[in-house]
């Protein structure tokens, strides 16, 4: 569906409820497009804390999250 930065203006509650039955409406300004509204989904993976690169062997990073807290425990 195409709306108008108008009917955002002043019917952004309907293009939502549009949004919700899963359409993606894309929103035009002088007649090109620059925006796309689309339904919101939760992201299902929890981002790890699991470290890589050259600091993947490290001994210091066996548990990052307390390594990371000891190194600002100065800090605040």
């Keep these: ?6 009917d955002l203006r002043f ?5 939502i409820d549009t949004v919700n039955r899963g359409e993606e ?3 035009t300004f002088r007649g090109k497009p620059c925006a796309r509204l ?4 939760e992201q299902k993976s929890k981002v790890s804390s699991n470290v890589f ?3 993947k062997d490290h001994d210091l990073t ?3 999250d ?9 800090r605040f």
């Design 62 to 64: 066996e548990n990052v």
């Design 1 to 6: 569906m195409k709306a108008t930065a108008k």
């Design 25 to 27: 409406v894309v929103i």
């Design 53 to 55: 690169g050259m600091w």
């Design 66 to 74: 307390e390594y990371v807290r000891s190194l600002r425990k100065g």
């Design 38 to 41: 689309v339904p919101f989904e």
């Design 11 to 15: 019917h952004s509650r309907q293009l």
